[in-house]
């Protein structure tokens, strides 16, 4: 049996081999050999890690003699050598996922240092302090990420040093200082690990290896790549590069860049380095750096070369590019690019202009906006028209606003998060350590780090508001407090953040709805041309009909007649209506609400005028419109031994009868839905009049309308058919009555399995079907999403029993299976059948493209959804030619 | 376009073509063929009735012409002419269903008399009492039935007259008296209808098929069928025969008689005669008749060839009989031979005896035997060795015991029964409008009428307890009591009847289990030979196991284990694992539970020792074993406003707190099932160990046993997987630590749409499926069974909804498609999979059926049903060859 090919140099390689040699080593490779200056290296497999957990945690056969071959290849090319006192070879080794999780897995540099090498690197460079902070560097990190030692005891020993010799900065020491941090260093590691730091750079490279296969399975990686959705048996490749030294003097530096500003998608070149740095100081946020720009002032031919790079990764890759280079005495290195995350408005107008620039077609620019980032577009803002309290300022680093409550620690910001809190996690600097925390805050404030630090990353990758560096602030972590000058900020204190102008505001703060940018515009026309699926709204209002409108609303999919029955004004109304013991009684408590809903269906249809507008007909148990059973007993209880008058108690006592004569086991499984409509037929006939009759006015008004009456929770075709006649007669008395003719069409919910299964007979009745999927994917699963998420849908998800919460993405295999059934069934027999989803899914994308591959006519979404839900219609359809 | 069909005279049709001449005429027809005496006549058709509704209750084309025909034809034959006053032909119309529906609809005799006839009648016969006593009868069931005439004004006349004349029957009245009786009847009917009654026979034939038709759908059929599931749109026929003549005098008379005891399946001819009579005083039970033995000393020539025919028939139709017959003036006439509706017991004996006198086969011996009316032989019945309070004795009319409240009304019957009390029905004799309150009773018991009277048909047609004909009971209907000597019995005291030996006993009796008969066995063992279906019994105690295994039961489909939760000694221990905050304390409780457990699993597994016992694991909501939260709250309140110690209710709070925490929304579709064995390893880990200790004793004590784990409410492969991993941990630590080797299976319930959906997925990790058919039916429909039966399932049967409750009898349209999907996706990935059903279902015979079409394995029902299903089996194999 021959043994897999785990390694590759960088000329072997491909930026298409992204999930053989992970995102990383894949284009390190492909910029390789388009000849941009890349230090050299090699790559070891995805693979190879895969086999690395198949075999328990060991090297697979093979790996090794490969690693050993390559490393051969590197002393060649670069005339260095393992080892060597005079010249000796230093790499660093990264993990390099398919998937980018920045900062979730662990790198180690400048390995190959050791006691003699260091040496040889001081006099090859001429340069002690250099060598020996490079030494340091490494004896920390792989004391920390290899050895598993904490990297507190380093960092210590460093202030310790800094204290005593009373400087600022780590660049303020010395060669001397250095070398007395490093045998302090070496001094832990032996202490730790019991055995003195490994000097053999081939045993170091192998421990490095196996250590970033290890962080594949760290608790923070596996919390992104939950929080991300990235599957746990992808595996990390790990990257082994020649060093290149951006620590060598002021003549050197490091730095990262976007290609375009990755927050507003602004075409110039977005960035930031570090003079005399390496690599993880400025991810990191320890030194707040300088902006790119000012390269061009102290280095200008390095950035006239890196800008014609940045020009040349750009076309070559058709995409915003995030950019790693170090500046080695002068020289310039490319050491990583990748397509860059972006915010939401970045991601919009990089992929409306790359159009324009004739770079990428309308297809692909549709593509390129993940739709569920839209959500921060389309979410309410700071209304600039209120008065602020402005705290502080920091840099502007994830857009969107957000208010909460002041916490100081990532643990008590999951705990408050869950609980259902509102909070803003406040921190120095974050660390991927941070990471639950942040999932659970509405936003994130930082006092260090800039653009690129490790919380900007995360909050944009997030679409969290984030201010960073807001140097203005003092956090005291002990005292649970930040101030601002005078004032006091304390943990549980209500902050506003703006995430696009880097305010810190105090209190909760005015908020106020979106406007669609010019460019938000154009690509959803784009969308609107490429997708087959129409895209309503679901809407109880006329206000929130007229901003799905505004939104590209085709319609409405649901208007939930419930929620009008729950007016203040009307709930007396409705309960007398249920209360009633004659149906005389019911009668006229339904005459009363008549012209209620009348009223309520005409500002609803003239704000639809021209599209049709889906009226579900009384859904819920009539026990929802009354007081609890539990309260009314407690009370009863309470007048009784309080001596109350007689007849006060016997009003309760048959109110509460009546309660729980109304009362049901499993409500979600009662007397709802078209039940309701079959036992109380003058409800429905009721709301059907209300419906045709502000249909009638309208048609006289001169508006065209078109309502679609919904059956709710049918189950069987007879159900239908039976409320579909008295639908149909009230609508002929109507037009009798008013002597105006409407058009109008009855159909049904597909909500319930059976329905599923038996839609050929219930499209014989049917002219729509809408599925409700979030009652579906009650009755398939069986559980309540009341009762699972509160009681054991966490573990569910946790345990990866389920991958992904079925009322947020729609399950395809399940309540998918019922639905493609349907779909198919329903038109075998009515060719023409108009179908549609009118469940929460209707606008998460995964959910939206499913609607499109069973060939749903339209799916339907709260209105500030709808921008998303078209998004998502041309992805299906461009992803799924 | 010709016109159908629509009558033939007797000898154009056969016994086979029943749907389209009904019972009565295909069987009048058949007889005529094979040479028996049956007076000419012919049959209108049920197409000619479903043509009669479609065109609106008017009679369709050609029917008349047709009519018209044949009369002249019978004219020919019998020499005799509609409105001859010399020789005039007469004819009865009755009405003659596809399926009997014995007294339900209606039937006119001697039609063809008018003033002018009877005296032609008189003449003829030179009777002229005879002629008028016909003619009396005619213009009251015309007046009745055609005209609609509240029969109780012809019966008031009648009962004046025989007052007047002091005489206590009907045959005491001269040709005089009855003179003066259809004077009398004439002028109703004037008054009544502000018409003459019609004289024109041809007037009265049409009027009365037209009556017949009607009759189809008078509210007291349309109950009937509803009762026993006979279809709606099969419309019935009408028999016009010439009319023979049972009144002319002691040397006539008519009666019914069964080739067989209905009531026991005897051998011998069983039934009863009136001399001088017309058919419907036999039926009506007015006078109380002979025994058939009797006609052997009355007319012993007339016998021979009455039980001559009787045996031609039964030998022809290879069925017992139920045959009735005329006798004019000493002749022989046959009006209607039909398979005689019996008693279970009786069916049982009918289709043994009649294999062993090699009549039928026994695979249709199996299918003679209604199996829902064998519960009559499996329930309860009255303890012969106790003491018993004889209150009095009639007539052994429908075999059985029951108990209840004495009610004289129909009415009332059906309110108590449908509010759950148990009642039994006192009437002197009931008829056809009291049959909505005999389907409530427990049991009839009637002062007047036979064994072939009207309550004793239906009560044994509806396997329910009937004593008839008890004249030493006296009712008094205005005072509501009845009498039986000095002792009086009001409405609401408590008797019971024992429907086999005719005794009416005081109060309630106790009963005792029932013993199957050596027919009984016999016919179970032909069951067992030819059916595929196993049958297993569900059963939670070793009792009910044991009972399950006398009844045939090949294993155990379901033994809940949270019965035994439930026991008093074993609640509390229960409530302490519940209300456990830590695990430890959760394990402590569960603890003390093990041995419970594993002693309960012993005895299971022991009286089913050789075969398989299915064990589910904990399903129900843990809040299920816990206080009521509301009457937690009452109490507390009680508690403060009473001023009580603060610590008892900080105690009560403490355990509203926790019941708040699990109560549930949808308990149904909570936190139940496998997901307590998710969040909860530690209850399933000491349930498996229970089975697997108590399976390890059971090999150690040289006893065969086969436990199957059973894990409840899947709907996912990977909850499965997970739990069993779990299960089989447990069963190699059993293994390692008793030594003792046992054979296991670990499967699930497919008791959720979504289970059924993905069979092929689940059916990797389970090697069995059991269907909960319960909950899919819940989850399917989409309502829960105690919600939909008591809120709205009644109106949804009215309204013909839903043709049957779905919780009685499988639904195949859309839990069957489920239930065959899941069968067949199992089994394309484990070919061997064991599939069984365990819902109710399981011993419903349709059920039943269904399960065989799709291949199950087996059925499993509670203990009393196993011999339903071994039968409904058998029936399955035999009518789907």
């Given at each position: 049996m021959s043994t897999a090919k785990y390694v590759y140099l960088f000329n072997e390689?491909?930026?298409?081999m992204k999930s053989l040699l992970g995102g990383k080593g894949a284009n390190l490779a492909e910029m390789t050999n388009i000849g941009l200056p890349v230090p050299p290296g090699f790559v070891i497999t995805t693979e190879a890690c895969r086999d690395f957990y198949n075999a328990g945690q060991k090297f697979p056969e093979g790996l090794e003699e490969q690693t050993l071959e390559k490393v051969k290849f590197l002393e060649e090319i670069t005339g260095?050598?393992?080892?060597?006192?005079?010249n000796p070879l230093l790499v660093s080794v990264r993990s390099g996922a398919v998937i980018s999780m920045p900062g979730m897995m662990d790198t180690v540099l400048n390995l190959g240092l050791n006691d003699e090498t260091v040496e040889g690197l001081a006099a090859s460079t001429g340069n002690k302090r250099f060598a020996y902070d490079c030494y340091r560097r490494f004896l920390q990190m792989f004391g920390d990420v290899v050895l598993g030692i904490d990297h507190h005891r380093f960092e210590t020993i460093l202030e310790e040093k800094k204290a005593e010799k009373e400087v600022q900065f780590d660049n303020q020491l010395t060669a001397g200082d250095w070398q007395d941090v490093i045998e302090k260093y070496k001094n832990i590691i032996n202490t730790e690990t019991g055995k003195p730091f490994p000097q053999d750079p081939m045993d170091q490279l192998f421990k490095a290896i196996h250590a970033v296969f290890n962080s594949w399975n760290t608790e923070r990686a596996i919390v992104y790549r939950r929080v991300h959705k990235i599957p746990d048996d992808l595996g990390t490749a790990v990257n082994v590069v020649t060093m290149v030294f951006g620590n060598m003097g002021d003549d050197s530096g490091t730095g990262v860049a976007f290609t375009r500003n990755p927050s507003t998608g602004e075409k110039v070149l977005y960035g930031e380095y570090l003079t005399n740095a390496q690599g993880e100081d400025v991810v990191a946020g320890i030194r707040t750096p300088q902006p790119i720009a000012k390269l061009e002032e102290e280095m200008p031919d390095v950035y006239r070369q890196f800008k014609e790079t940045c020009e040349l990764l750009e076309k070559h890759y058709r995409d915003m590019q995030d950019i790693e280079f170090t500046i080695e005495r002068g020289k310039l290195w490319i050491l990583q690019t990748r397509n860059g995350k972006r915010t939401a408005q970045a991601a919009i107008k990089i992929a409306v202009d790359m159009v324009e620039e004739g770079l990428i077609t309308k297809e692909e620019a549709v593509t390129r906006?993940?739709?569920?980032?839209l959500d921060q577009l389309l979410h309410r803002r700071i209304d600039p028209s209120s008065k602020l309290n402005v705290l502080a300022k920091g840099l502007p680093a994830s857009p969107g606003s957000a208010s909460g409550k002041v916490v100081f620690d990532a643990d008590l910001a999951e705990k408050m998060g869950k609980e259902g809190e509102k909070v803003l996690l406040v921190r120095m600097e974050t660390t991927p350590d941070d990471i639950h925390g942040i999932v659970e805050s509405q936003g994130v404030l930082t006092s260090r780090g800039g653009m690129t630090s490790h919380a900007a990353v995360v909050a944009r990758g997030m679409g969290k508001p984030c201010v960073c560096g807001c140097d203005e602030i003092k956090i005291d972590y002990a005292a649970k407090q930040f101030s601002v000058g005078e004032q006091v900020i304390k943990e549980g204190d209500v902050i506003s953040i703006d995430g696009s102008t880097g305010q810190v505001l105090l209190g909760e703060v005015p908020m106020i709805d979106p406007e669609l940018s010019v460019e938000f515009k154009k690509l959803l026309e784009w969308a609107d041309e490429i997708r087959d699926l129409g895209v309503r709204t679901n809407a109880d209002t006329p206000e929130d009909a007229a901003k799905a409108r505004e939104f590209g609303a085709e319609g409405i999919g649901l208007t939930r007649t419930e929620h009008m029955f729950m007016a203040q004004d009307r709930l007396p109304i409705v309960q007398e209506m249920i209360l009633a013991s004659t149906l005389e009684e019911r009668q006229e408590a339904l005459n009363k609400l008549l012209p209620m809903q009348q009223e309520d269906f005409y500002g609803i249809l003239k704000a639809m005028k021209g599209l049709p507008v889906c009226i579900r007909l009384l859904d819920p148990p009539l026990h929802e419109f009354l007081p609890n059973a539990e309260e009314l007993a407690v009370e009863i209880t309470r007048l009784k031994l309080s001596g109350a008058d007689e007849s006060e108690i016997r009003a309760k006592e048959e109110l509460l009868r009546k309660v729980r004569s109304l009362t049901e086991f499993n409500p979600m499984l009662g007397h709802r839905g078209c039940r309701l409509g079959i036992t109380y037929p003058e409800i429905y006939k009721m709301q059907a009049r209300a419906i045709f009759q502000a249909a009638a006015k309208l048609v006289e008004e001169g508006y065209e309308v078109f309502p679609e009456v919904e059956i709710p929770l049918?189950?069987?075709v007879n159900e239908l058919s039976y409320l579909k006649e008295l639908v149909i007669k009230v609508a002929d008395k109507v037009m009798n009555e008013t002597g105006v003719k409407f058009k109008y069409a009855v159909g049904t919910m597909i909500e319930l399995p059976r329905a599923a299964l038996l839609a050929d007979e219930i499209a014989q009745e049917a002219e729509f079907f809408s599925f409700g999927t979030n009652d579906l994917t009650q009755t398939t699963f069986g559980f309540s999403r009341d009762d699972a998420e509160g009681k054991f849908m966490h573990q569910y998800t946790e345990l990866k029993i389920l991958k992904e919460n079925p009322f947020v993405v729609l399950d395809r295999k399940g309540v998918g299976k019922l639905m493609k059934m349907a779909v198919q069934e329903g038109r075998k027999v009515r060719p023409d059948l108009l179908v549609g989803i009118c469940g929460e899914h209707g606008g998460e994308p995964s959910s939206v493209e499913f609607c499109h591959l069973i060939g749903l006519d339209y799916v339907s979404c709260s209105p500030y959804r709808v921008p998303i839900a078209r998004l998502a219609a041309a992805q299906a359809k461009v992803n799924n030619k």
């Open positions: 390689g491909r930026a298409d260095k050598k393992f080892g060597d006192p005079q906006v993940e739709p569920s980032q049918v189950m069987e």
